[in-house]
């Protein structure tokens, strides 16, 4: 006898102290009863043949990323799982607008940090926080920048608390990856639940591509009909290369190597068949200390030699901006909700969670004396990387980290550890809950700030795991704003 | 168009127009080795001279035995001209273009490259499989053709594809025909009988238009003639360096960059000395001489290529 997707659901475990997405105590939440009435119909064949599907898609498409093994390369998909994770459309406003808020506060203390640092000045910021933090980038200290728009595009990362109020997790102002599994995960579900999307009144997102373009174009610092736009990718080698030729095919720009650039007179230029081509606007997926090894890493192949005189002299724009690194610092991250009231003077609207520093010998104390109930990070690092979990890491992890944290304070924070909020997952022919964060990406232009509805839900696969990020084991799903 | 783009087109088509060759070469050497007929001495040497470098110690060793030849062939790793590398070469080059091929196109070469690290191909190639396998590659190559013919921009991008793919080609027919008539000692008067030509021409694709084209008992002239100068068939030396032309010239006419004049220049006294020629001429000059000089004009026109479009590192 074939389970039906009626005991799927059934069988979902109520969680107590933790917040799912779709069950709550009283039964299934408003905005997942299209899915559970779709879901009734079927048989749980029907969804493990749907999630093959799925996966054949991504498969076929190269969405996949590679793993080398006895020198032999073995193509290997982000895990995608089929259920959507859905939010509200009330809820959705509420975000939308937080991420506003802050985007503009942050745009505003770059701006700042890099010419009158103001807010230093009047002491709402310690000046040695910012003189310690590695990606403050004296390099582009007094460079104007086009529309005074320094982040063009972020990724603020949120979770969801056991009450479920939406916390930011963290801020990610250089280069942030995953929005094109934002735009395929809906590719892919247009395949595996057509009708489903249709009936469900799930906002678009598949103006992204044209939203950026837009903006690139206006950055351009000549006023010409047709600024040449290129996207700078570190190579078909780099993990997100993927999403480099998605965006590139999705705004038809060119996709360019630093080998294809080189800056003469203090232009740049791409290198054609038919001669040189001057390039106005870089939309670049390289970290800041590749891109110009005259004055970053003179060890660095990826960039081009004079990329920083050209950007200097205003002859060519860059997005996101350099020195960027200095605003999503984890450090830096806690004077966030200051910083709203300094420049905006409002209220925060997605509240921060709760960060001590490692430098304040008070702080330090009370961390190291409930470790376990801590998660340790280092303040510039992302991916998961470096991070510590204190009701999972073994003694013999938290004495190392205790002793990291006391050798260079300054370069790690302490948070208390959110149980993160549930949503189903299709795992071992059972709905099963898995932890998530959400990430919106959101595009700052000339005209305002646009979020696209929803952003990338990623999930811990691992039963129990709080930890998301796709280098750490996590998967993705399509994220649903449904009005 | 970036240099950089141009250089991964061109080698794309040639990479997978090498491929197709290979494909179809490996189909009648394999369908040929089951044949107990004078000519099955001939039946895995050509492919293993053209597409390894092996020692001719190792390649008989291998000629005798059709699992491990084929094995060699298709997936060997350390075989840097085995099917599974100019694949997986092909599928680099697609790669680092992707923005620039149609979506269609890159699909195409991503399947072939997944279908080539299927697990289990090893063993399919060792058993009565083989056939099967083998044909269902030619019938991926068959639609790459297909789908780039039907997707892909006329432009700049489909010049220099279309110009490797044929430079490709005309190589291919210059070495599978050198190394059929290197075991005639290049004479075109010793007396062969169509079944030594027929994996030739099998592989070719010009078995059937030989048939219908020729009925004298001349077949070493007949062959030669096909394979070189018909205008028709369209693996014929000619053919291929004539389609050639046509790329390369439209190329020089949008990038007028130093030196395509005189790659111009270069090509054209290779395509005269095939558009030109007959096989008298050929016969007087001495077959492997023109084969061998072909060969080494088109290998130099590609370098000279590279140097002038393709020069960004």
Known sequence: MLMTGETLFNQYPIASHIWDEMMSAEGIRQQYHSIYEAGRQLHLDDFQQKHKLASELFMSQGITFTVYSENEGIERIFPFDIIPRIISGAEWDHIEKGIKQRLTALNLFLKDIYNDQQIVKDGIIPADLIASCPHFTREVFGIQVPFDIYVHIAGIDLIRGDDGTFYILEDNLRTPSGVSYMLENREVTKRIFPNLLGDSNVRMINNYPLLLHDNLVAYAPKQIANPTVVLLTPGMYNSAYFEHTFLARQMGIQLVEGRDLLVNDHKVYMKTTAGLRQVDVIYRRIDDEFLDPLVFRPDSALGVPGLISAYRKGNVAI????????????????????????????????????????????????????????????????????????????????????????????????????????????????????????????????????????????????????????????????????? | MLSRIADSLYWLHRYMERADGMLRLM??????????????????????????????????????????????????????????????????????????????????????????????????????????????????????????????????????????????????????THSFFKKLDFSLNDEQDIIFWRSLLLALSGYELHLKNYSNLN???????????????????????????????????????????????????????????????????????????????????????????????
Not at chain 1, 402 to 408: R, S, T, W
């Open chain 1, 319 to 483: 997005v996101n901006a350099l020195g960027n690194g200095v605003a999503d610092d984890k450090a830096v991250y806690a004077y966030v909700p200051a910083m709203i009231k300094y420049y905006l003077n409002e209220e925060i609207i997605l509240p921060n969670i709760p960060t001590y520093h490692m430098n304040n010998v008070e702080e330090r104390n009370y961390v190291f004396e409930n470790m376990h109930k801590m998660v340790v990070k280092e303040t510039n690092q992302s991916g998961g990387y470096g991070m510590v979990m204190g009701n999972s890491a073994t003694d013999e992890a938290i004495k190392k980290a205790k002793e990291n944290i006391l050798a260079n304070p300054r370069n790690f924070i302490a948070q208390p550890i959110i149980q993160l909020s549930t949503v189903p997952c299709l795992i071992d022919g059972k709905l099963q809950p898995r932890h998530v964060d959400l990430r919106p990406y959101a595009l700052f232009g000339p005209n305002g700030i646009n979020i696209v509805p929803g952003g990338l839900t990623r999930v811990a696969l691992r039963e129990g795991s709080l930890v998301v990020n796709s280098s750490q084991g996590g998967g993705s799903k399509d994220t649903w704003v449904v009005d």
């Open chain 2, 27 to 176: 189909k009648t050497s394999y369908i040929l080795s089951f044949d107990k007929v004078q000519a099955s001495s001939m039946t895995w040497e050509p492919s293993l001279k053209i597409f390894t470098s092996l020692p001719n110690d190792e390649i008989e060793r291998l000629k005798k035995d059709n699992a491990a030849a084929l094995y060699y062939l298709f997936l060997e790793s350390k075989n840097h001209n085995s099917f599974k590398s100019i694949i997986t070469r092909a599928r680099e080059n697609a790669r680092g273009v992707q923005d620039q091929i149609t979506k269609e196109v890159w699909e195409q070469v991503n399947q072939m490259y997944h279908q080539i690290n299927q697990p289990g191909l090893k063993e399919k190639l060792a058993g009565p499989g083989a056939i099967i396998t083998i044909d269902s590659f030619i019938h991926f190559s068959d639609q790459f053709c297909g789908i780039s013919d039907s997707t892909m921009p006329r432009g700049q991008g489909w010049n220099y594809m279309n110009l490797g793919k044929y430079t490709e080609r005309c190589l291919l027919t210059a070495e599978f």
């Open chain 2, 219 to 313: 077949h070493n002239y007949n062959v030669l003639q096909q394979l070189a100068f018909d205008k028709n068939f369209p693996r014929s030396l000619y053919y291929a360096l004539d389609r050639a032309n046509k790329y390369l010239t439209d190329i020089a006419a949008s990038n007028p960059v130093e030196g395509s004049i005189q790659l111009l220049r270069t090509y054209g006294r290779l395509y005269s000395s095939v558009k030109f020629a007959d096989i008298e001429l050929v016969e007087r000059e001495g077959l492997e001489k023109y084969l061998i000089y072909v060969r080494k004009e088109l290998n130099e026109f590609s370098r000279d290529l590279g140097r002038i479009y393709f020069s960004y590192s």
